[in-house]
């Protein structure tokens, strides 16, 4: 039975970090003769792809995919997770503020038989306001919308590959809250955290507040339940204020205010239903979730933008 495994590395802009990030991993998983580290350049925008052509032209273990845009980590995720050719696979970040030596820490406790095991990051090194926005976001999930959370996982994880696919396969716009929704068994250990090295990190307010979204209106339906409630009130609230302005037993301020509120209310559930909406329909219209430009590995057909057809010079070049 295989046991090797595979290191999910996302790169996006990371070219400084290429090199150093393989020879971290390569040096602190060498106990591990079935490994693959895998590249995924999620269309990076400067010379990430060069250095990987580079790592995987003199190390045979390195496998890499570049889309052929910026297409983001859930679909970074999920053609890690489908590529992966070991019957493990850890995410790990190219800024490395969780050490590699770190993975051993998920492989012990995945040995006393889970399918998933969540890195909490102890003594976190990131920004303030990061370390806030995520306890907060967290704390909203479980106790505001009743989204099951596991407590203090993050990104850095090691997953049973065909656990992996499965849930990637459910198309859901979150990992960790998707692993409880299908009763795998998980656990979250500690492990430790440094700053960045290089770079810069990639995920701004507006995509941190993007990803909140997606958490709270992917997994819960909480809000539309207050909208109905909400709906309910104002029903009978205008039904009441109606009355009254029409027996002239409220003033006519007050009335004019109350609709003001109750329009302003409607508005903001007519956003929320749009919301669920947008989240219904999104992906109507997309067919795959990425598309490969380049790689070293043998690519489903469906993964290229041409169906894995070869491309043709144009009518006339070779006439020339």
Known sequence: MKTGLSVLVPCFNEGAQVEVAHAALADALKGIDELEILFVDDGSGDDSLARIRRLAAVDERVRYLSFTRNFGIDAVMAAGFRYAGQPWVVQ??????????????????AGEGYDVVFGERRGRRDPLVRRAGSAG????????????LPRGASTFRLVRTEVARTITELRLPWFIPAVPLVGAAYAVTPVSHRPRTAG?????????????????????????TLVYAMGALGAFAAAVLAVLGLLGAAPVSVVAAAQLLLAGL???????????LHRLLSGAGRARRYYVREANVPLRPEDTLTGGAPSPPPPGVNDR
Not at 266 to 271: D, E, F, G, I, P
């Open 92 to 109: 790990c970040d190219a800024d490395l503020q969780v050490p590699p030596e770190e993975i051993w820490s998920l492989l012990a406790k």
């Open 137 to 148: 976001l967290h704390w909203a999930a479980r106790r505001v919308f009743g989204i099951d």
């Open 200 to 224: 810069r990190s990639k995920l701004r307010l507006a995509r941190l507040a993007g990803h909140a979204f997606e958490l709270f209106f992917g997994f819960s339906t909480r809000p539309l």
């Open 266 to 276: 409607t508005l903001a559930a007519s956003a929320l239903v749009g919301r669920y």
